[in-house]
């Protein structure tokens, strides 16, 4: 079975700064999919960026970028010039590949309660 | 607003009591996905359909819970005989994707946050 770690519970920024959330895996599989999600008080969890394990270039989506690390098994999220409305609980998530039965949905981490301070 | 909705958002019962929560996806989105969240964690898959075919359920889903999804379209889950250990926000998603295509881009709704006394 798939797990995935987020390490830090809490971080605390100031707005502008640049923050990073950590989050390790562990999977036999090859191919897959890493995903963060973001999760607003009281709103919608929302896609924030995903990943292609087969695919070597990290991903970007604006202000947030990924650090894939593969063989180390890690998937950290970038945030670059924060903004408040970045306060968020942050999922890191996992997806194993089509086996022949369907889906089975994320996997995901505890969460990473992130919050921009003015 | 076309995104995916959930009723109640909000509901209480008894112990005992039987429950039943409703999911409407996007519209045309083929995949439907439930999942519970705990406070403090993140959220655990509960089952998933492909359409009308219910295609996974995790081993979380004991024979109290059944979910359905008639003319895959809206879905519904059921909790028979709620314990307090069944509190907790029930989130429901969905996706447009093939049936062999895996990293679809899951879209959540609200969620609906049962509590059991």
């Known amino acids: 079975a798939q797990t995935v770690t987020q390490s830090q519970p809490e971080m605390s920024v100031q707005e502008a700064e640049t923050v990073t959330l950590s989050c390790t895996y562990d999977?036999?599989?090859?191919?897959?999919?890493l995903f963060w999600y973001k999760q607003p008080p009281s709103r919608q969890m929302i896609l924030v960026i995903r990943?292609?394990?087969?695919?070597?270039q990290n991903a970007t989506e604006n202000r947030f970028s990924v650090n894939f690390q593969k063989a180390a098994k890690s998937f950290s999220l970038k945030i670059s010039d924060s903004q408040l409305g970045d306060t968020a609980m942050y999922f890191c998530?996992?997806?194993?590949?089509?086996?022949?039965?369907?889906?089975?949905?994320?996997?995901f981490g505890k969460g990473t309660h992130l919050i921009i301070q003015p | 607003d076309t995104g995916v909705s959930q009723d109640p958002r909000h509901k209480i019962t008894k112990r005992g009591q039987n429950v039943t929560f409703r999911c409407d996806p996007i519209s045309e989105h083929n995949r439907l996905y439930w999942y519970r969240q705990t406070l403090g964690q993140g959220p655990e898959f509960l089952t998933y359909f492909q359409n009308e075919a219910q295609l996974e359920k995790s081993r979380l889903l004991s024979d109290r819970f059944s979910a359905e999804r008639p003319k895959g379209s809206f879905s519904t889950l059921e909790i028979q005989r709620t314990e307090q250990g069944d509190s907790a926000m029930y989130l429901c998603a969905s996706s447009l994707a093939p049936l062999a295509e895996r990293g679809d881009t899951q879209y959540f709704g609200p969620g609906t946050r049962l509590t059991v006394l």
């Open positions: 999977t036999s599989e090859n191919n897959y999919y």
């Open positions: 990943q292609e394990a087969y695919k070597q």
């Open positions: 998530a996992f997806m194993k590949p089509y086996s022949g039965g369907g889906a089975d949905g994320l996997t």
